[in-house]
């Protein structure tokens, strides 16, 4: 990164419909009722410095209330939109539902492009924006999706949650890739989700082969993996990370949720009125870190050009 670029921040927002997340995923859920809440909560960021990048999905574009939702944030200049894809609300509906499928990158190429190029098409028709910015859901990417990307004129993918593996689900594995940006070619910059180990076994990195230590190590805090997200990851905890990986030098931080967290009952993470409040203690701890600690909030774009290409 440019060095003028300093030490900074980036807020993206999974917008999406709501769904049980215990249950298997079903076409037929694409109520998106928690995005008439997100305005609230976007001036709530917006208060704090804060433009969020809401990476919108399928339902929430084309269903008309939450579309004119979304489209009078960005024109607003209150948030940035990107793309983001579950393929299972995601026409065309040429494949099974299940797990396997729900993950993008495991489809045949023309699906994963025809479903792409869907919701691009309708992201720009219910905001006036081309997007730019790309989250497969379910960090779902696979081996063609950097092609699709650049084809579909994406300059920027943030799929990938560092650290993390998901091949048991048949996902991809990103155990072994770091937290700070590259490009993937010359069209196309990763920026990872931050997530870092803790504890003090947490340079050992060949423990991430054995699965079944991880939750022992958590449990005994031997070692624990944490990424930036209010979501399942206490303040105590998030505050840590940040203040050892700005230790450890790094100079952009990437923290995440999903929208439908802003409304309780939507999501695990905020089932009332005590997760929201909790939701929001996290979100005003870490901001004032970063505050004390000069870590100032961007943008994609910002990001785009400090990277160089």
Same mark, same amino acid.
């Given at each position: 990164?440019?060095?003028?670029?300093?030490?900074?921040?980036?807020?993206?927002?999974?917008?999406?419909?709501?769904?049980?997340?215990?249950?298997?995923?079903?076409?037929?859920?694409?109520?998106t009722r928690a995005v008439a809440t997100l305005p609230a909560a976007t001036r709530?960021?917006?208060?704090?410095?804060?433009?969020?990048?809401?990476?919108?999905?399928?339902?929430?574009v084309s269903t008309p209330e939450s579309a004119a939702v979304v489209r009078a944030?960005?024109?607003?200049?209150?948030?940035?939109?990107?793309?983001?894809?579950?393929?299972?609300?995601?026409?065309?509906?040429?494949?099974?539902?299940?797990?396997?499928?729900?993950?993008?990158?495991?489809?045949?190429v023309p699906l994963q492009r025809a479903k792409l190029h869907a919701l691009t098409?309708?992201?720009?028709?219910?905001?006036?924006?081309?997007?730019?910015?790309?989250?497969?859901?379910?960090?779902?990417?696979?081996?063609?999706?950097?092609?699709?990307?650049?084809?579909?004129?994406?300059?920027?993918?943030?799929?990938?949650?560092?650290?993390?593996?998901?091949?048991?689900?048949?996902?991809?594995?990103?155990?072994?890739?770091?937290?700070?940006?590259?490009?993937?070619?010359?069209?196309?910059?990763? @920026? #990872? /989700?931050?997530? $870092?180990?803790?504890?003090?076994? &947490?340079?050992?990195?060949?423990?991430? %082969?054995?699965?079944? !230590?991880?939750?022992?190590?958590?449990?005994?805090?031997?070692?624990?993996?944490?990424?930036?997200?209010?979501?399942? @990851? #206490? /303040?105590?905890? $998030?505050?840590?990370?940040?203040? &050892?990986?700005?230790?450890?030098?790094? %100079?952009?931080?990437? !923290?995440?949720?999903?929208?439908?967290?802003?409304?309780?009952?939507?999501?695990?993470?905020?089932?009332?009125?005590?997760?929201?409040?909790?939701?929001?203690?996290?979100?005003?701890?870490?901001?004032?870190?970063?505050?004390?600690?000069?870590?100032?909030?961007?943008?994609?774009?910002?990001?785009?050009?400090?990277?160089?290409?």
């Open positions: 990164m440019a060095p003028e670029f300093g030490r900074r921040f980036v807020l993206i927002g999974d917008a999406e419909e709501e769904f049980d997340w215990r249950a298997p995923l079903r076409r037929e859920h694409v109520s709530r960021f917006n208060d704090a410095g804060v433009v969020p990048t809401y990476v919108v999905d399928y339902p929430v944030m960005v024109a607003a200049g209150e948030c940035d939109v990107g793309t983001q894809l579950h393929p299972w609300v995601n026409p065309p509906f040429d494949e099974e539902v299940t797990p396997a499928n729900s993950f993008t990158g495991n489809l045949p098409d309708a992201i720009e028709a219910a905001t006036g924006v081309r997007p730019t910015v790309y989250r497969a859901g379910r960090y779902g990417i696979g081996p063609a999706t950097a092609g699709l990307l650049a084809e579909a004129g994406y300059r920027m993918d943030v799929s990938v949650r560092a650290l993390f593996d998901y091949s048991a689900e048949t996902g991809p594995d990103f155990s072994r890739h770091p937290i700070w940006p590259w490009w993937i070619d010359e069209r196309l910059l990763e @920026v #990872p /989700l931050t997530a $870092a180990d803790t504890g003090p076994l &947490r340079h050992w990195r060949g423990l991430h %082969r054995h699965g079944w !230590l991880r939750g022992p190590l958590a449990r005994t805090g031997l070692r624990n993996r944490a990424a930036l997200t209010p979501e399942g @990851v #206490p /303040l105590v905890e $998030a505050l840590a990370v940040i203040r &050892r990986l700005l230790a450890d030098g790094t %100079r952009l931080f990437s !923290l995440s949720f999903h929208t439908p967290s802003v409304e309780p009952g939507h999501t695990p993470y905020v089932r009332d009125a005590a997760d929201l409040k909790a939701f929001w203690a996290w979100w005003d701890g870490v901001f004032a870190l970063f505050a004390r600690e000069g870590v100032t909030a961007c943008r994609p774009d910002d990001i785009l050009a400090a990277a160089g290409r």
